[in-house]
């Protein structure tokens, strides 16, 4: 009976479903879900429960549920549908509460709204001035609305989120409800049937939960979206106070009075805190150490001892942070003493010069860094000790069955953590307010150095640039060296140097060209003037300054030495560039090959020679490499050696080799090749060569020789052209043939050649 009854409302379920008008996403929420029966056929579409009546109705279905789970408690399907609608419950509180807070916010936003559309301040308003207190505590509410806004934005972000979440989840779901229905629907009438009406009403009701999640989920987006519209409204409601008081705060003497008593009071309070502080961590300490030699003379270290010792440590940790905490306030109350007056001075229009100005302006900047460091360090302390106190929490709940002692300590400990943890959270609170004031006087300080006049800020400009040029580095031999004076030496060597070049370029592009100077030579003198005009502009920019030239005899002795110890290599070089100078074994211009370099010389010079490489690279050789080192010098070559070998086959008739080679010498005394080569050598030794020379394993090798005059390569390139078009041409007229490499087989029935094989006795036998 029971079965037939959960059959008949599972039923009576599935057509109440199935007779639901559906919304445009197609969805039905939880609260919904059985509110219509198989025989409501109505045409109309009923308004949509509200969420008072979902939460009836759910709440009926829960007791029913509950009374299945209480008949049979080894249901698991009474049980999913007991846990079901006990979250649908939760949901559903949740969107009253959310529509609650949604009413709030709507109502709120209207104030506001109206607030700022209402009449002007000015007229509701009186236009009297207003203390620096009370308008100091309008723009703190100000800042924190503002620094609340961006939490809002992050709240607004979340519910995004969130809903995008849930109604991701609300399709799956949807899916999984349509898979289960399409299989009840195939096998309805089979074994089956039972469990797949369980699935279908299982699906639905986590689909009907999904779809009330995402109807919470859209609710508290809307309550974020009225947060963010009623944040920006009260913020803006504050700068438009904000901005209609400022021209009327005043701040007077009688006020800074105030602050500065206030101020009193506190240092009077640190200062006993102090002595406070500094007794405990005394006494403490003196536990410590005695709890510290009961431990060590312990021979089986009981628990309790051991958290006695760290419970003594614990608290005079937190004696000393506490006086740590004093003694920061008493610097924090200075600094605020300095800035209240200084903030004072500048509001109540006293003269102050620009200098004066930009001194507090960088002295209170820098208060702000120290306490922005001072803030990091106490936020990192504060985290250290929460974990410290996690430890401590789960020493106390292992201890929770020990003795008395033990738990005494270990709560004592906790009590230090969390008193350590309240004083650092003082000082952040401390700070942040030092920080207000110092960002304020900063502000100020600002505006009263743009309010200066053109005038004034170039009066002070050029007082400060005066101040600046005769400020005094040091002195030497009663002479004041300044900054000017160094300026003007700079000024005087780097005229010199411009100088010292234009004078060594006209002598090497002017004077030395009449008398027909070689390259080299001009490049040596070039820079010896270059070099030498550079040490009479030092001197003088040096002489200029005040620095006396006797300082550099010790210089010089001090130079002395350190060429002699560290300074080898760069005098070796030096000299080996004043003998490759003097004997120049190469010169500007020329083709040199130097270990693995072949490129033009571009430029000798006192510690290194400088080659252009065929690749267009600049190679720096230091001189002695080129000294001690062999140089082949292919600019100074006379002649251009060519000498080739032109293999030939061996089936070459010996008649034909000797025509070859005769043509050959022949070819090189026709006109047009042979000027260049003998004649214009003009030593008869050294004519050209040709003779067939050897034999080689793939062909008749005939060796040519000669040697190309003048040495110019690419004429010598065109030249070893012709050479090479006129033999191609004489070994076609003559039928030679270019041999190249290959192997011959020979065969043993070749009647050409008779192959033979003998057998000695040895392999005979």
């Known amino acids: 009976m029971i079965l037939c009854r959960r059959t008949v409302h599972r039923a009576a379920i599935v057509a109440a479903l199935f007779l639901l008008p559906h919304a445009a996403s197609g969805q039905t929420s939880f609260g919904s879900l059985l509110t219509q029966t198989a025989t409501n056929t109505t045409p109309t579409t009923p308004a949509p429960p509200s969420v008072a009546q979902k939460r009836a109705e759910n709440a009926q279905r829960l007791r029913v549920a509950e009374r299945k789970v209480e008949s049979d408690p080894a249901d698991p399907t009474a049980a999913a549908e007991l846990s079901a609608y006990k979250t649908a419950e ?10 609650q807070q949604v009413k709030d916010l709507q109502a709120r936003k209207e104030e506001l709204q109206a607030e ?40 607004l972000r979340a519910a995004k989120a969130a809903l995008e979440q849930a109604q991701v989840a609300l399709n799956t779901h949807e899916q999984e409800r349509r898979k289960a229905e399409e299989a009840f629907e195939a096998d309805k009438e089979g074994p089956d049937a039972a469990e797949l009406a369980a699935a279908v009403d299982e699906a639905k009701r986590a689909s009907a939960l999904a ?179 996690a430890t401590v929490l789960a020493k106390a709940d292992a201890a929770k069955e020990g003795p008395e002692d033990l738990r005494r300590f270990i709560d004592s400990q906790r009590g230090s953590i969390e008193a350590m943890i309240r004083t650092h959270e003082g000082q952040l609170a401390s700070i942040d307010a030092s920080r207000r004031l110092h960002g304020k006087l900063r502000a100020e300080l600002g505006r009263g150095i743009n309010l200066l006049s053109p005038t004034q800020w170039l009066r002070d400009a050029w007082a400060w640039v005066v101040w600046l040029w005769e400020y005094e580095l040091g002195e030497r031999e009663n002479l004041s060296i300044t900054v000017g004076k160094i300026v003007r030496a700079i000024f005087v060597f780097a005229v010199g140097w411009i100088i010292s070049r234009i004078v060594s370029r006209f002598f090497a592009h002017r004077l030395l060209k009449r008398f027909n100077f070689s390259k080299d030579a001009t490049a040596v003198i070039r820079s010896v003037i270059f070099y030498t005009l550079i040490v009479v502009a030092a001197l003088v920019a040096l002489r200029s300054a005040n620095v006396p030239l006797t300082a550099f005899t010790i210089l010089g002795g001090a130079m002395a030495i350190g060429i002699g110890f ?3 290599t760069l005098v070796n070089n030096f000299i080996s560039g004043l003998i490759m100078l003097a004997e120049r074994p190469v010169r500007i211009g020329e083709r040199v090959l130097f270990g693995n370099y072949d490129g033009v010389i571009e ?130 007229r003559l039928g030679v043939s270019f041999a190249f490499p290959s192997r011959t087989v020979y065969l043993a029935n070749d009647s050409a050649r008779d192959l033979r094989m003998q057998l000695s006795k040895e392999d005979a036998a």
């Not at 939760?90 to 529509?99: G, H, K, N, S």
């Not at 209402?118 to 609305?145: C, H, M, Q, W, Y």
């Open 116 to 155: 700022l559309k209402g009449p002007a301040a000015e007229t509701t308003e009186p236009a009297k001035a207003i203390s620096f207190v009370e308008f100091d505590r309008l723009v703190n509410r100000l800042a924190a609305e503002q620094a609340r806004t961006e939490l809002v934005h992050s709240k």
């Open 90 to 99: 939760t949901v559903l509180a949740q969107q009253e509460a959310v529509d």
């Open 211 to 389: 779809a009330d999640t995402v109807e919470l989920r859209k609710k508290e987006l809307k309550r974020e979206e009225l947060a963010e519209a009623v944040q920006g409204l009260s913020v803006e409601l504050l700068q438009g106070k904000v901005d209609r008081y400022q021209p009327l705060v005043v701040f007077t003497e009688t006020e800074l009075q105030e602050q500065l008593k206030k101020l009193k009071t506190q240092e009077e309070s640190a200062h006993a805190a102090l002595k406070k502080d500094d007794d405990d961590a005394t006494t403490h300490a003196r536990n410590w150490a005695l709890a510290k030699r009961r431990l060590a003379a312990s021979d089986d270290k009981p628990a309790a001892l051991v958290e006695e010792v760290e419970a003594w440590h614990r608290a005079r940790e937190n004696a000393l942070d506490q006086k740590n905490a004093a003694l920061d306030q008493l610097a924090q109350i200075e600094q605020l003493r300095t800035a209240w007056t200084r903030l004072y001075q500048v509001m109540s229009g006293a003269a102050h010069s620009p200098n004066e100005l930009a001194t507090w302006k960088d002295e209170t900047a820098a208060v702000l860094r120290n306490l922005i460091g001072s803030t990091q360090a106490n936020l990192l302390r504060i985290d250290e000790l929460r974990n410290e106190l």
């Open 603 to 732: 430029d000798v010079g006192f510690r290194c020679t400088k080659i252009r490489t065929l690749a267009d690279h600049l190679v720096t050789v230091p001189n002695s490499n080129l000294i001690n080192d062999t140089i082949e010098n292919v600019g100074r070559r006379r002649t251009i050696r060519r000498m080739m070998n032109l293999g030939i086959t061996y089936d070459t008739p010996r008649e034909r080799i000797t025509q070859t080679v005769n043509a050959i010498r022949e070819l090189l005394e026709e006109p047009g090749i042979r000027e260049p080569i003998h004649p214009m050598v003009g030593w008869d030794k050294f004519p050209p060569r040709v003779f067939f020379q050897d034999y080689l394993a793939d062909n008749l090798n005939i060796f040519v020789i000669y040697w190309y005059a003048p040495a110019d390569y690419w004429e010598y390139m065109a030249h070893a052209e012709k050479v090479n078009l006129r033999i191609f041409e004489e070994f076609e």
């Open 566 to 568: 560290g300074s080898q």
